[in-house]
């Protein structure tokens, strides 16, 4: 029994036994580590996605709430992973939320934390829906575009020749209100304070799918006083309905459950059809009367 004692501590007190045996658990440590590290990022992590597609300014309930499970490297630190984190919120000015897609923070609000409280205060008819759109001094002809006034939204566009487009989107839009980008109304008692970041104003439910589509492309919009004449230059002039065309032609389509369902009429699809066939019957007559009427504005 002694010797095998001696015969041990000769082992352990030998210099490169010892050092093997460090050696050895260093490396065991690293894998350990390693592997920890690879199972946590890889591990599915259960975390709140949208149930459907959500509009802007949408009071998350928590029917539009559901749950998928995902790796955890593909959650950055801005995406929200807890049910209050999300419950109750809303979304933000111009934010839609896909369907399966996460939440991320900078998405949601408070209720107060809304541009200037722009659920109460952006008041628009029934069957219309409220939009911001980005605005500045410039676009704003110098803070001359007031809340009560009209206004007409040109775009400028390039077809697939390379050739400008330009032509009258939208017209006689009624501005609801100017903000300032702290969501200030800067009209505030009459008074100018701040610098135009976003004009509101109301449109139809297919007018508002279109124009977020238009700033998703990152359109030129152009702002201008109704019935106003704008240069032209060497721009081919083209008609409401051909950028309308452009802007679906260049994007997915929206669902329509983006849109709330107390805005969409019960009559939409008999609608359309009548529409349809109305501007079809009025495009061909235009079109014998005059072979270039693409082309006018």
């Given at each position: 029994m002694n010797n095998f004692v001696i015969g041990l501590k000769r082992f352990f007190t030998n210099k490169n036994v010892v050092t093997i045996i460090v050696v050895l658990l260093i490396l065991v440590l690293l894998y350990w580590g390693y592997s920890s590290s690879i199972k946590k990022q890889t591990n599915p992590v259960s975390v709140p996605v949208a149930a459907q597609n959500i509009g802007q300014l949408t009071q998350i309930t928590s029917d539009l709430i559901t749950y998928k499970k995902l790796?955890?490297?593909?959650?950055?630190?801005?995406?929200?992973?807890?049910?209050n984190g999300v419950f109750?919120?809303?979304?933000?000015?111009?934010?839609?939320?896909?369907?399966?897609?996460?939440?991320?923070?900078?998405?949601?609000?408070?209720?107060?934390?809304?541009?200037?409280?722009?659920?109460?205060?952006?008041?628009?008819?029934?069957?219309?829906l409220g939009y911001y759109m980005n605005a500045n001094i410039t676009s704003t002809l110098g803070n001359n575009v007031l809340p009560g006034t009209y206004i007409d939204i040109y775009m400028k566009a390039k077809d697939e020749s390379g050739t400008v487009m330009f032509g009258k989107l939208l017209k006689n839009v009624k501005v609801l209100v100017v903000h300032d980008s702290n969501g200030n109304n800067i009209f505030n008692d009459g008074n100018n304070i701040g610098t135009?970041?976003?004009?509101?104003?109301?449109?139809?439910?297919?007018?508002?799918?279109?124009?977020?589509?238009a700033e998703y492309l990152d359109l030129n919009l152009i702002i201008a006083p109704r019935g106003s004449e704008i240069p032209t230059e060497d721009y081919i002039i083209v008609t409401s309905s051909t950028l309308r065309d452009y802007i679906d032609a260049k994007t997915i389509t929206v669902e329509e459950d983006i849109i709330p369902e107390d805005v969409q009429p019960e009559t939409k699809d008999e609608?359309?059809?009548?529409?349809?066939?109305?501007?079809?019957?009025?495009?061909?007559?235009?079109?014998k009367a005059n072979p270039t009427n693409n082309l006018v504005g």
């Open positions: 790796p955890s490297a593909m959650l950055n630190e801005n995406v929200i992973r807890n049910f109750g919120k809303y979304t933000n000015v111009n934010v839609t939320i896909p369907k399966d897609s996460v939440f991320y923070s900078e998405w949601l609000v408070k209720k107060e934390e809304t541009p200037g409280n722009w659920i109460e205060e952006l008041n628009h008819e029934e069957g219309e135009p970041s976003k004009i509101g104003f109301a449109v139809n439910p297919d007018m508002y799918i279109l124009l977020h589509k609608n359309n059809k009548e529409q349809n066939n109305t501007k079809n019957a009025s495009s061909n007559n235009e079109a």
